[in-house]
Structure formats: C-alpha cells, structure tokens
C-alpha cells in the first residue's frame, strides 16, 4: 500500500461517517495479517503473548502513599491517566510497590477501559491495580502495541466481574497473537507509523475544511436571514458546502415568524382590525360549534414580545385566539384496528402528524364525539422528555375519524379568520420554544410538562390572513427543497459508505 494510493482512496471515501478512523482500523488489520507490506507470510507463526513478554501486575497505594505535589516518581491508577499515545501523570509517589519502565506497554485490566494500551516513556512510573505493564523480552514493542489496539475489543469481551470487571493475567497471557520475523516486524511497524501519519494529516485536512465550511454556512444562514431575496436563496442551496437541513429548517421557521419569508402588501387588512372582528365573532363561532372557549387569558405587556413585527402583524395569546384548547382521552388503546385511531405523542414528527403505529379506542367511549378531531387541529405533546415536550402538528386528515390521547393537548382555530398551518410553523419555530415553552417547563421524575393554561398564555405573532397563505407556501416550497438536500445529502453518504465497505473488503480479502 503505496502512499498515493492511500490518499486518492481517501479522497473518494472522505464522506464517509467516520472514514479516518475506518482507514486507521484498515492499516492495523493489513498490518496484523501480513498484507501491508511484502514479506514472507510462511515464516509468520501463532504465538501466546506470554512467550514473548513479561508481564508485570500493578498493586494500590492508599491515599497516604501517594501525592499532587510531584515528589517521588509518577504513579498510574488507570485509563484516566492515559494520553493519546503516552500517560499524563496526576499523582505522584515516593513509595512505589510496583514500577514500570520506560518503554513497557501499559494495558488496562478492570473497568470500563479494558484493553486500552499507551506507551511508557520518560522515566520509571509506579502503576496500580487497574494497569498491568507488559514488558518485551523477544518481540517488537511497538509491533506487540499493534497486536494489542487490534485485540482491544476481543479483550473488553473477555472481561468478568459483576463490581468491577476486568480480566486476568491468563488472559493476557494466553491472548494468540501472530508474529513474522524481527526484521519484518521493524518494516511493518515503520509503515503503520507512516500511514498513521498520513491519517493524521487527513484528519487536520478535514478539520480545516470543516471549519471553512461552518464558516460559510454562518455567513450563509446570516445573508439569507438579512436578505432572504430569491437571489440570495442560492447561497443555502450551494454544491460548494452542505448546511445541515436542521439548521436550514430552524432558519426558515425563524424567518416565517419575523414576516422576513415573503413581502407585506399593503392591501392586506392588518392583523389588529383580524383580531378586532374575531374577538368580536367569537363567541358566537363557538356556540355555533357547540364548544366552550378557552378562559380568558391576561393581556399582553409590550415588553414581552420575543421580537419585532412587521406594521401590519400583531402578538396574541393563543387563548385570545382559539375556539377549543383541551386535553385527549385517558381511555386505554389497544390494537383493535376496528376502532378509532389515537394519535399519541410519537406521532408528531418534525411540525407533522404521521399515521405510524396508531392504538385504537372503542368507538362507544364517552369522549367521543366531542375528541374527535378535525381537519386543521393542532396538536401539542405536554408531557414527554424536556427535549421533546412542546413539539406540535397539524392534523390533515378527514374530520371525526380519529382522536388523541391525554398527554397531547388540542388547539383549534377560526378557519375563517386564521390559518393553523401558519400557527403550527410558529409553534415549531425556535423562538416559540426559546421563549414561550422553556421558561414554564416544570420537571418531575425524569418527565417534563406543560399544562394547557400555560399554552393559552403562549404568545403567537399574528400576520394578516392573506399574508398568513403566502408564507405557508413558501415554508412548503422551502421545507421541500430541504427534504431534497437531505435525501441528497443522505444517499451520497452511503455512497461514500459503500465504497468504503468495499475498499476495506478488497484489501483485506487479498492475501
């Protein structure tokens, strides 16, 4: 495996999650079975480790033996003290029980850190119970420390104990390990050392090209949100560089809610003469619907408002503008497809409703009809982890043919004077849970909740209705565009994938 060769493979895998790590991995293994370099294979013989090392067991001081203050010689606990390649010493002692020498390979042996190995070097170190400190007497150290990184995982399954577990001497000992001749051991080690190398500088490549990249993309995301113009909608959509579809969804939820997404026309009846007629027409609406409205929620104070609106737009409290806030049904599913559909809090996925792994409840319970829910209801999950709780979706479906479980909470709107497909993009834009959902989460047994009085108090920007259809339209024609970059972007990883799993497997198939 000639250096060329190692870079213009990795250039057409660098994509690959995790590609650097999966080369480091290729080059131990190559190494370890005699296919990195020209060698004589036949002379390679299977060997227990125990006939060509000496093997050295670390013993405990007590906290009286051992010191920060650097006097006497470094001592070793364990993993916690191991560097990348060599120990980093925080403690110190001037009465060592057991001591390891520079160059001596240190192996973890209890923990969670098995088989983990750094290099001695420096000077004498004493070393505790945890570290075991293998010593050469016929090998290679450097060759064996290859054979270890390569055995780690094999090791970590050896592991016992229910406390602690760790393994033994026996099996360190016992562990069979391949070994070619000295000279040969030589050659292989000052290859690996070389691709490692290499590897190390591709990783720096890619370190840098990720830093120019999240660069652009802040500059990216900034433009598009100063400007959000057609012109500059190339500049979230580019060959050059990938923005992660999470940060462009947040973007263009954020920019929905500021009235940045589309112009304002000044034809539009302002916000505040729609609120004027709905506080009007809504009682009425309700005793049409046979529903009770939500109760009446305080004004809201300038000073709370998350940000500033375009003239025509206005902040409300969802409580002043919908005609049924409640809570689902406490009635148990089951899986009695002939029963009504129960859309739990699994089912809102990304501002949607999806129709995955529905419950059913009988359709002679109690709540029904009045839960049954309606084409254009919001739905918003109350209780869930703190992460989760709060996220909401919209139902499209046909009207009284399914419901909602208890820890989801129901918001409907005025069609005639509101569309809830604007409200569901500003209950799932950043700001709304920043600053509405976060402050008033109460915590309790590992579960976070948000009851319905607090989201009637939530507070909702309000453009004009017409204004209200062109931003859904252009959030649809933009989410669109993200859904496309993301199944993109997914199927040239595992493209990138592929070929990786298909290079590793030419190399190593090839004796």
């Given at each position: 495996m000639n250096n060329d060769w190692f870079f213009e493979k990795f250039a057409l895998i660098a994509d690959a999650p995790g590609a650097v790590d999966r080369m480091r991995e290729l080059v131990l293994q190559l190494a370890c079975t005699g296919q990195l370099i020209r060698g004589e294979i036949g002379q390679w013989k299977e060997v227990a480790l125990g006939d060509v090392i000496e093997l050295i067991s670390g013993q405990h001081l007590l906290a009286h033996e051992h010191n920060e203050e650097q006097r006497?010689?470094?001592?070793?606990?364990?993993?916690?003290?191991?560097?990348?390649?060599h120990p980093e010493p925080t403690r110190w002692t001037e009465h060592p029980k057991v001591i390891a020498e520079p160059g001596d390979i240190l192996i973890t042996v209890k923990g969670s850190g098995v088989g983990k190995t750094n290099v001695l070097v420096g000077q004498?170190?004493?070393?505790?119970?945890?570290?075991?400190?293998?010593?050469?007497?016929?090998?290679?150290?450097?060759?064996?420390?290859?054979?270890?990184?390569?055995?780690?995982?094999?090791?970590?399954?050896?592991?016992?104990?229910?406390?602690?577990?760790?393994?033994?001497?026996?099996e360190i000992l016992g562990l069979k390990i391949p070994l070619?001749?000295?000279?040969?051991?030589?050659?292989?080690?000052?290859?690996?050392?070389?691709?490692?190398?290499?590897?190390?500088?591709?990783?720096?490549?890619?370190q840098e090209r990720e830093l120019r990249k999240s660069v652009l993309v802040r500059s990216s995301l900034s433009r598009f949100s100063e400007s959000p113009t057609r012109e500059n909608l190339g500049y979230l959509f580019h060959n050059s560089y990938d923005i992660p579809p999470s940060e462009l969804r947040k973007s263009i939820l954020t920019l929905a809610v500021q009235g940045k997404l589309v112009p304002q026309d000044p034809n539009d009846e302002p916000a505040a003469e729609l609120i004027d007629r709905l506080e009007l027409e809504r009682e009425s609406l309700?005793?049409?619907?046979?529903?009770?409205?939500?109760?009446?929620?305080?004004?809201?104070?300038?000073?709370?408002?998350?940000?500033?609106?375009?003239?025509?737009?206005?902040w409300s409290r969802i409580g002043q503008l919908a005609l049924v806030i409640d809570y689902g049904t406490?009635?148990?599913?089951?899986?009695?497809?002939?029963?009504?559909?129960?859309?739990?809090?699994?089912?809102?996925?990304?501002?949607?409703?999806?129709?995955?792994?529905?419950?059913?409840?009988?359709?002679?319970?109690?709540?029904?009809?009045?839960?049954?829910?309606?084409?254009?209801?919001?739905?918003?999950?109350?209780?869930?982890?703190?992460?989760?709780?709060?996220k909401a979706?919209?139902?499209?479906?046909?009207?009284?043919?399914?419901?909602?479980?208890?820890?989801?909470?129901?918001?409907?709107?005025?069609?005639?004077?509101l569309l809830s497909s604007f409200f569901n993009i500003a209950m799932n834009a950043p700001y709304f849970r920043r600053t509405q959902i976060e402050?008033?989460?109460?915590?309790?047994?590992?579960?976070?909740?948000?009851?319905?009085?607090?989201?009637?108090?939530?507070?909702?920007?309000?453009?004009?209705?017409?204004?209200?259809?062109?931003?859904?339209?252009?959030?649809?024609?933009?989410?669109?565009?993200?859904?496309?970059?993301?199944?993109?972007?997914?199927?040239?990883?595992?493209?990138?994938?592929?070929?990786?799993d298909a290079i590793v497997h030419n190399m190593t198939s090839s004796a």
């Open positions: 006497g010689i470094p001592y070793l606990t364990g993993p916690s003290d191991f560097g990348e390649k004498k170190t004493a070393i505790g119970r945890q570290l075991m400190a293998i010593r050469t007497n016929s090998a290679v150290s450097d060759f064996l420390l290859i054979l270890l990184k390569r055995a780690a995982t094999q090791l970590q399954d050896a592991k016992t104990g229910i406390a602690i577990p760790g393994i033994g001497r026996r070619p001749p000295l000279a040969e051991q030589k050659r292989i080690v000052a290859k690996v050392e070389e691709l490692m190398g290499l590897c190390d500088e591709l990783e720096a490549r890619q309700a005793t049409e619907l046979g529903v009770r409205l939500p109760k009446k929620v305080l004004p809201i104070n300038d000073d709370s408002n998350p940000h500033a609106l375009p003239e025509t737009w206005r406490s009635q148990k599913a089951n899986n009695d497809t002939l029963g009504v559909p129960v859309y739990r809090m699994g089912n809102i996925v990304g501002g949607r409703l999806i129709a995955d792994g529905l419950k059913y409840v009988d359709p002679s319970i109690d709540d029904l009809p009045s839960l049954f829910l309606k084409t254009d209801d919001i739905l918003f999950n109350r209780t869930n982890s703190y992460e989760l709780v709060g979706g919209i139902f499209t479906g046909p009207d009284n043919v399914a419901t909602f479980a208890s820890y989801l909470i129901r918001i409907r709107l005025p069609s005639n004077f402050p008033e989460v109460v915590q309790q047994c590992g579960q976070a909740n948000f009851n319905g009085t607090k989201l009637a108090s939530t507070i909702v920007p309000v453009p004009p209705l017409a204004e209200q259809h062109r931003i859904v339209a252009k959030v649809d024609q933009l989410m669109a565009l993200v859904d496309e970059l993301e199944r993109q972007q997914a199927a040239s990883r595992e493209k990138a994938s592929n070929l990786l």
